[in-house]
């Protein structure tokens, strides 16, 4: 076929198309969100649903009905979805069902840097891990094609560099005759109660066996033999750096990298006077070799954090550990100018609000110069925390605690923080703000079901955020455009933050980029 030029995400699109995945579904996080996006401009059925775990879901019962399907999501969003995983391991799938989550070491734009593979071996399922957009197409398919064949749901490992990153790619002709869905009723196998699940835990295991020692014969590895002086051991985009860094050395890429493929790697090890593992984030391929009895070199803790590049890897290789250059700071992010959330903001700091923060633009405003968010720690925090400082915090003091969060966030995990607050209502009450701009900012103005349209823009239902808060028992519940209605809106959080109940106050005003895009002028937004 054609070659092209993608980018990793593009290539990961269209290798779950050529795959003959039935539906894609996913919550949108940097650096995975343009995948579903793609799949869905080449024709592919994709979805996003409130947040990962429930994505997880679907694309789980897609797989139900034989079919294949897939979920995506950035690193953290696995923790949300991580329930699913780790019993969808012992159920497994009937079609195929790929997790496709991309890591973010060196946090470009993200609250941590986990690496996902731990997860892999914690819940027992295959990792893959492309390093380059030729293999993030292949892969993909590998990843499907794994799935289906041991019934058991893989992980396709992506990192920012490889996601956003272009290089040329050769597709292969789309799989053809793939079954059409239908459900058998298999009751011992998707009903997990510990009767089937004790079974299940044994038939996972033994698939993991078999896919180890496929992966030692046919996975998708490979040596590249060069000077005996120097041996690399490297999996995802590592490798590229690697290259460039040591082209006369021998190098052992790994493909699948759980189960790793140990008897090659000790091989491998074997085979060289000097052997070194280069991988980005946690020491996990190190340490899973040094454990079988490899004797291996590995980065210094320094290179732990943080992106690896091809002068990092000549300094891990050179045993260079002095301090490495600092880069310059650039200019610190900021909310757009004309932003809605900083009027919001503007008002919480004059009133001198302890505020519970989220995950979205808003959190810019904990920088200066407004310096307002006090707490944020992942998506939906803002509630419990807030509540927490609520119930013990001296009275005064918990009377300035306002718990802040976005409209996407409120959706993905807000709702439950929210049954939380009128359920364990503290003494002096609770003010929630949900911080309403029509569209998923952060993250590249995705749609939600707060919303009202689905992935593609097109209408369907709205969440209202005033009927739930009034269904879970808020007694004061109001709505405010935060710069036409700013002095209202203040009068109304010092009116809620006054009295011994609970408030939500939905603070509606279209984020100006998403207006932009839209055609829409600020005068025209909707109030
Ligand atoms: C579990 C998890 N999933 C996804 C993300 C990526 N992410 C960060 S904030 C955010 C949503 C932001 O939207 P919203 O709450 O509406 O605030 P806005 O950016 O529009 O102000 C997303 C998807 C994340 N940090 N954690
Ligand atoms: S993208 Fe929208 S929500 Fe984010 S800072 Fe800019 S105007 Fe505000």
């Not at 991309?102 to 946090?107: K, L, S």
């Not at 949900?434 to 919303?451: F, R």
Request: charged share 20%; net charge negative.
């Amino acid at each position: 076929m054609e070659r092209k030029f993608l980018m990793g995400n593009e290539a990961v699109a269209l290798g779950a198309l050529h795959a003959g995945a039935a539906r894609g579904a996913g919550y949108p996080g940097t650096p995975s969100s343009e995948i579903l996006e793609v799949f869905n401009q080449l024709g592919g059925k994709a979805e996003w649903a409130p947040n990962e775990k429930v994505a997880a879901e679907v694309a789980l019962g897609v797989s139900f009905a034989g079919v294949r399907s897939f979920a995506t999501m950035k690193h953290v969003g696995l923790n949300v979805a991580a329930d699913v995983l780790f019993t969808a391991a012992y159920s497994g799938v009937d079609g195929a069902l790929v997790f496709v989550v991309a890591d973010d070491p060196g946090m470009a734009s993200s609250q941590n840097e986990q690496d996902s593979r731990r997860y892999a071996v914690a819940a027992g399922v295959p990792l893959l891990e492309p390093s380059d957009s030729q293999e993030a197409y292949d892969f993909a398919r590998c990843a499907f094609e794994i799935s289906e064949r041991w019934k058991i749901p893989v992980i396709l490992k992506l990192t920012t560099r490889v996601c956003h990153s272009g290089t040329v790619v050769t597709p292969r002709a789309p799989d053809a005759d793939l079954p059409a869905a239908h459900f058998e009723r298999n009751i011992p196998y998707h009903v997990m109660v510990p009767g089937h699940a004790r079974p299940a835990h044994r038939r996972l295991r033994q698939k993991l066996a078999e896919i180890a020692e496929w992966n030692e014969k046919n996975g998708p590895n490979k040596e590249i033999k060069g000077s005996k002086d120097l041996g690399i051991l490297v999996s995802g985009v590592a490798f590229e750096h690697a290259r460039e860094a040591a082209p006369e050395a021998s190098f052992f890429k790994i493909g699948m990298s759980c189960p790793l493929p140990v008897k090659p790697m000790l091989d491998f090890i074997a085979s060289v006077d000097r052997a070194v593992v280069i991988e980005e984030n946690d020491p996990y391929m190190a340490d899973a070799v040094r454990a079988a009895g490899g004797t291996v070199e590995s980065a210094p803790e320094m290179y732990r954090f943080g992106e690896l590049n091809v002068n990092r890897v000549r300094r891990i290789l050179a045993g260079d550990t002095s301090p490495e250059a600092v880069p310059s700071k650039g200019r610190p992010p900021q909310l757009c100018a004309g932003c809605p959330h900083a009027v919001t903001f503007e008002i919480l700091k004059q009133n001198n609000c302890i505020v519970a923060g989220d995950i979205g633009c808003y959190t810019l405003a904990a920088l200066q110069p407004l310096a307002a968010m006090d707490t944020q720690i992942c998506m939906g925090a803002s509630l419990g925390v807030g509540l927490g400082l609520r119930h013990v915090l001296p009275r005064e003091e918990a009377k300035r605690v306002v718990s802040v969060i976005g409209d996407s966030t409120f959706v993905h995990s807000g709702l439950t923080g929210l049954a939380e607050m009128t359920y364990n209502v503290p003494e002096t009450g609770h003010v929630l703000l949900i911080l309403d701009n029509s569209t998923t900012a952060m993250t590249g103005q995705q749609e939600h079901p707060g919303t009202g349209r689905l992935l593609d823009h097109t209408p369907t239902n709205r969440l209202d955020y005033e009927k739930v808060a009034r269904a879970m028992n808020v007694p004061n519940v109001g709505t405010f455009d935060p710069v036409q209605q700013r002095a209202a809106f203040e009068a109304a959080l010092i009116e809620a933050l006054g009295k011994n109940e609970l408030t939500v106050l939905i603070v509606r005003r279209p984020c100006i980029l998403a207006m932009v895009r839209k055609g829409v002028k600020p005068a025209d937004a909707e109030g």
